[in-house]
């Protein structure tokens, strides 16, 4: 499994930006898709995951500004940032925790990490 993202840059503060993450690969349905960010000298941080049913998890200080989707068809997850805010800065990562391979499959741990897009929230 392969993950490419998409979509970061440079946005003043209070704008909006949406991010897109690809998986590819020999896969038939993907469990939980995430995005994760890492700022210098930082853990990397959950922000929002939503699994392949389409339930959400957001970390506190992004709710009611972010909203995670995905399109299931297509492997897809995306993140629409509004509001953003100069402490979003950082590099975001979306990430895949298991996969099947098949309708009959078993869930397969891959947990696969896409290279990181930055985004950047100037004050």
């Known amino acids: 499994v392969q993950l490419q993202a998409s979509g970061g840059g440079l946005v003043q503060a209070g704008g909006s930006l949406r991010l897109s993450c690809t998986a590819s690969?020999?896969?038939?349905?993907?469990?939980?898709m995430g995005w994760y960010r890492q700022t210098p000298g930082k853990y990397r941080e959950l922000v929002a995951d939503s699994t392949e049913g389409g339930i959400t998890n957001y970390v506190d200080d992004v709710k009611g500004r972010f909203t995670i989707s995905r399109d299931n068809a297509k492997n897809t997850v995306y993140l629409q940032m509004n509001s953003l805010k100069p402490e979003d800065t950082a590099v975001y990562y979306c990430?895949?925790?298991?996969?099947?391979?098949?309708?009959?499959?078993?869930?397969?741990?891959?947990?696969?990490w896409g290279k990181g897009t930055q985004v950047t929230v100037s004050s």
């Open positions: 690969g020999t896969i038939f349905s993907i469990n939980v």
């Open positions: 990430h895949v925790d298991k996969i099947r391979l098949n309708g009959g499959s078993l869930w397969r741990d891959v947990d696969t």
